[in-house]
């Protein structure tokens, strides 16, 4: 079992900041991929970024060159670092890892204005 906790996110204008942060709690020995979706009214939930225990990153073109994904392993943490927003990012976040199954963390809504 494992329990993923998300921080930040909220309202900001076209061209600002957020920060998102996740901290894991559990069976954390067994993460190897933790990584961050997102989901907009009407729409599927896709990835945004996704980190492996080594450091490998992966992202979605759309965030590519605006977001960035970090992990701290010893803290059991996973981070999103997002810049140059548009409001087409506006979504609920969800952090997520899979050891058989999928988890999810409750989610923090992003919100852009133009």
Known sequence: QVQLVESGGGLVQAGGSLRLSCAASGSVFRINVMGWYRQAPGKQRELVASITKSGTTNYADSVKGRFTISRD??????TLQMNSLKPEDTAVYYCHTMITLNYWGQGTQVTVSS
Do not use: G, L, P, S
């Not at 392993?73 to 996973?78: C, D, E, G, Q, W």
């Open 73 to 78: 392993n010893a803290k059991n943490t996973v």
